[in-house]
């Protein structure tokens, strides 16, 4: 027993660590199972992007996904355009080798993980038809998917290596591969597709109106059913859809009352006694779900209004230390109060060490805020400091841009890196990882770093350091996830104690000898004081 205790709170370490709810691990691997069984008219165009797609995320997600991917494909129903079991499951596992080896590329560019999506299924598919022996009018319909694969791959590329700011529409990600994944699985004599696609009809017709409910029927009728009944089934989700939304503003009771008597219009379209029943059965069990799904409102943006946020204010610390036989720190940090209560926090690492990499981050802390004291967009901002530092040359004229611009009235916070090491968003025991992947000013002529916004609450405290803490020790390969677990168990609050605390231990990682220099920028935010 105590060495089961003991495994259990080991593993209860590792999920901590991994900086995601479990809830998610679930999703991943439910989304992967309903990709792996998804055909589309005998087609199955969303095997290959999904694991492309979970490839370039970390690989505590994308392993839940491609377990998922397997069982679905190995328990997928037979379609005229597989390659056999071997087949299939030798696509999914080609595209994950050839995804995981390109991932940095590919989480930067979505035309290229569509290329490798459709090229890898194409590929490897013509060739298990060449050895199984092709069977007639294979191509035209390998070729269709293949297309299809690639094309699938920028929405759900842009949906899951976003889904914590994207949770609503990675939701109805999930429900519509679930509907083609696992709708011809039953529960008793209802159909789990028929009861997902007619409860999130329910839901997105109470919420949004009879226009919207019409509109959600004609998507989920097409997603549903074989080819020769989907103008009837399209049909009837279209109706049922749009009697439903025109009780929306009578209440849930209203909404549910017609959605019955628009069923029970139209049930005439299930014929035989078995297809009636679980009409009815797939029926009251979408009730049911919308019923449960009214208490998580939010999902579909209509929950209570949030109170007005209080105005903030900020408390700064900071502590920097020069790379070891260096007199000066090549970093620079600037904080600057702007028009409006906007706080500006600014962190540069100049390339290289000493004087040289310590007057390239001088110039762009000064330029970025003088630049945003003029009302520019950070983004703007920094394409400017870029080519500043681009039309000065030399090898040592670059440096990277880490800032973070507070709306201390609008309680909201502006993330901008260019070559930036992850910052660090603690909210009591949760840490946020705020992270970019952008070049550095000045050695590229043109950059277009992406700006990203987090509402800030009071007590949040935000941490940014250089790459000289983060990757101290050796920690490079692991993303700096030393920072993270240390910041998950810190319990204090005072910023400057914390910068203090940072640095003290990144030098004692790298053995008090740090081959580069360290800066640490620490900011809490609080309610102002009356």
Known sequence: MTVLVGRLRQLATILAAANVAPG????????????????????????????????????????????????????????????GLIGDLLVAGSAALLARRGRARLRESRISAALVAGGTNLAVKYGCFLLNGPKPGFLPGLIAESVLAGLIVIPIHFLLNNYRREKRLSFYLLIVCVILGLGDLRVGPALIGDVLGRGVLLLVAGTFGAGWGAAAGVVIGLLSGNFWSLLQRTGFYAATGFFAGLFKNCGRACVIGGFLLSTLLFAAFYGQQEGLVGHFWESILAVGLYLIAGRFQSILGEGKEAPPARPLHAQVGFAQRPRFSETLCGDSLGVAHLESRRLLMTLSDGMGAGINAARESRIVVKLMEQLLSYDLEPGAAAAIVNTALYLRGGEESAATIDLALADLD????????????????????????????????????????EVLERRILSGDILIMATDGVTEAGGHEGAGGDWLYNYLRGLVLEDPQVIADLVLKHALKAAGYQNRDDMSVLVARYCVEVE
């Open 410 to 449: 609008a309680c909201c916070l502006k993330f901008l890196k260019a070559g930036a090491p992850p910052s660090y968003l603690k909210r009591g025991d949760q840490v946020e990882i705020i992270r970019s992947v952008c070049w550095p000013a000045g050695i590229l002529e043109d950059v277009d770093p």
């Open 24 to 83: 998610w691990y679930l999703f991943y691997f439910l989304i992967g199972l309903s990709a792996g069984r998804a055909l589309l008219s005998d087609l199955a165009p969303l095997t290959v992007p999904l694991v492309v797609t979970t490839a370039v995320l970390p690989s505590h997600l994308f392993w839940p996904a491609l377990a998922g991917v397997f069982l679905g494909v190995g328990s997928r129903p037979p379609s005229a355009f597989s390659g």
